[in-house]
């Protein structure tokens, strides 16, 4: 005589309903089952699927530069997704105003072919606005779902790396560093800049209009900083006051 294993059942705390529970969890076979070798293999072998399909399938056009590190653009983790087999689905999308900024807020669930499930949340508000770059409603909850679907991929292939779309674009035209001393004496239009990069030791006078007007941006931190931007608006005052056509 055979006896059939009753499924187990509970009661649902929102509705009340009777639902079927999952089975119950064998500790020991899950402890066997993920010290197997070929267990390890198997990861050992994604981990290195991914380090390939990095290589193969991103270019300089899918990835940004912060410093000496990169971070994947939306592209590349489309790609990616692509290649894996990977679903992803918005499920859910939050919009309110928190201290009179618009924010959207953006719950995604990606899906890989082996059955794992990764869920989400990405964030964004119009106050992530800087300098002359403005956030619409619109832009607001789209990046939040970018940020949210960059997420739940990175959570399955790369260990929840971090996305370009979450540090946003805070470095300078071609220029990555910050002051870090305070010249003795006190800086002038004339001090060299004691940064790095294509404007060290260039004194602000020498600097593009572009340069100038980065340096002034108010996200701008660093050691000295206010003395460095009130030079900067200075020089671009006085450029605004020298007649067309006369040398500067």
């Known amino acids: 005589m055979t006896t059939a294993t009753q499924p187990r059942e509970g009661v649902a705390l929102e ?10 969890f064998e500790m020991q076979s ?34 940004q530069r912060e410093g000496k590190r990169t971070f994947k653009k939306k592209s590349a983790w489309r790609k990616l997704a692509r290649h894996f087999g990977i679903s992803v689905k918005v499920s859910r999308t939050v919009s ?13 669930q990606a899906i890989g072919p082996w059955g794992q499930v990764s869920e989400d949340v990405g964030a964004c508000c119009t106050d992530e606005a800087t300098g002359r770059r403005v956030i619409t409603v619109a832009d607001a909850i789209a990046t939040a779902a970018t940020r949210a679907t960059n997420r739940a991929i990175s959570n399955l292939i790369a260990m929840g790396e971090v996305s370009a779309e979450e540090i946003g674009n805070r470095s300078a035209p071609d220029e990555d560093q910050q002051p870090d001393a305070l010249p003795d004496p006190e800086p002038t239009s004339d001090t060299p800049w004691p940064g790095s990069g294509p404007v060290f030791n260039k004194k602000l006078r020498d600097w593009t209009q572009a340069q100038l007007l980065w340096l002034i941006e108010p996200e701008r931190r660093g050691p000295h900083i206010d003395i460095w931007q009130s030079l900067a608006k200075d020089e671009l005052k006085r450029r605004e006051s020298v007649p067309a056509g006369t040398a500067r």
Request: aromatic content about 8%; overall charge negative.
């Open 15 to 24: 509705s009340g309903e009777v639902v079927a529970l999952p089975a119950k």
């Open 30 to 63: 899950y402890l066997q089952q993920i010290q197997d070798g070929a267990a390890i293999k198997q990861q050992q072998q994604l981990a290195a699927a991914y380090d390939k399909a990095c290589a193969a399938l991103i270019g300089p056009n899918d990835v």
């Open 96 to 108: 309110e105003f928190i201290n009179g900024q618009f924010c959207a807020t953006v719950t995604a």
